[in-house]
């Protein structure tokens, strides 16, 4: 049963080429040449979404009573891994913004001085974004190290609350610096609809990494369906109401890149709320009865995320599509 829950848990890696792929497949329907932005916006994005969620795991198990060996375990091991993707975050945020101040100088990143490093990090609204979710990321996976390695459960649990406050300030700093010129609604559309996507899909990928027996599932996956059926309203109003806001007629969803992009990511939505809605009314009262096998909780919420990721990929690139 261990090895069937790890191989289970081998699905989360199919969210990495996903995101890639989403982001790949965005660059070429919007024929722009911004594939390492794309690319780099979209690990940088993903990496964050997954940290969030890990942050944010224990409001799922607020109702877990006993067992407190195994949670003291788990929450080391969940500490872990908030290092681990949170220094991938701060890596890809690094890179990214490297190759956006490449840009803006127009040359190469192997030409790339420090002085025009400092230029965008000082003097450029996103590039000042861009240090900010670095600081984050960077700041998460050391605190991460340290309350991990030496905190005592109860000052673990102290930390819950700050280090998912940082990481959701990381996660929405990244789409406002690529809208920087949008107006104030716009801007606000769009973080109400980074938020409850970023809680969306990163609870459900901590639920799939940490989620071990039918009690867990029993206790966190309902908690999860409650807030994912906010997270979708949000999603849904929001994204709408943004595309409304940014395209400047309805032909603009075929005629531009910016819209294309938008249809895809639409689709793959659609796709999984009418997934969701399904495995709530079956998954969810399965796990619920304690009917449901962790090993089948673990591969649906692996796949899930994989499909979430298409969507992220697709997402990243939407900053740099015209």
């Known amino acids: 049963m261990v090895q069937t829950a790890r191989d289970a848990r081998h699905l989360l890696w199919a969210a990495v080429p996903a995101v890639v792929g989403g982001a790949i497949a965005a660059t070429l329907i919007a024929q722009h040449d911004a594939a390492t932005a794309a690319l780099t916006r979209a690990v940088t994005l993903g990496s964050g979404v997954v940290t969030l969620g890990l942050c944010a795991y224990p409001w799922l198990l607020r109702a877990e009573h006993g067992q407190r060996k195994r949670a003291a375990a788990r929450d080391v091991r969940r500490w872990r891994m908030i290092s681990v993707f949170a220094a991938a975050w701060g890596a890809a945020a690094i890179a990214g913004a490297t190759a956006s101040a490449a840009n803006l100088a127009d040359v190469t990143v192997d030409s790339l001085s420090i002085d025009d490093l400092a230029t965008y990090f000082v003097h450029i609204l996103s590039g000042r974004i861009s240090l900010l979710v670095i600081g984050c990321a960077l700041l998460l996976s050391v605190a991460a190290v340290v309350v991990g390695r030496?905190?005592?459960?109860?000052?673990?649990?102290?930390?819950?609350?700050?280090?998912?406050c940082v990481a959701?300030?990381?996660?929405?700093a990244l789409p406002l610096a690529g809208h920087a010129s949008h107006q104030t609604?716009?801007?606000?559309?769009?973080t109400a609809h980074t938020a409850a996507a970023a809680l969306w899909c990163g609870l459900l990928a901590a639920l799939?990494?940490?989620a071990r027996s039918r009690?867990?599932?029993?206790?966190?996956?309902?908690?999860?369906?409650?807030?994912a059926a906010s997270c979708i309203a949000v999603v849904a109003v929001t994204g709408i109401a943004s595309a409304a806001a940014l395209l400047e007629s309805p032909i603009a969803l075929v005629s531009t890149g910016y819209g294309q992009v938008l249809i895809g990511k639409a689709i793959v939505l659609s796709g999984l709320f009418a997934l969701g809605w399904w495995w709530r009314r079956v998954w969810v009262r399965a796990v619920v009865g304690h009917r449901g096998d962790a090993n089948v909780s673990i591969r649906r919420a692996a796949t899930e995320?994989?499909?979430?990721?298409?969507?992220?990929g697709l997402a990243a690139?939407?900053?740099?599509t015209p």
Do not use: K
Request: glycine residues 2%; neutral net charge; charged residues 10%.
């Open 168 to 172: 959701l300030l990381g996660v929405l």
């Open 305 to 312: 995320v994989a499909l979430m990721a298409i969507a992220f």
């Open 185 to 190: 609604l716009t801007a606000v559309l769009i």
């Open 208 to 210: 799939a990494l940490f």
């Open 317 to 320: 690139s939407l900053a740099t």
């Open 215 to 227: 009690a867990e599932w029993a206790t966190a996956l309902p908690a999860f369906s409650r807030l």
């Open 150 to 164: 030496h905190a005592s459960p109860e000052v673990r649990r102290q930390w819950d609350v700050p280090a998912a």
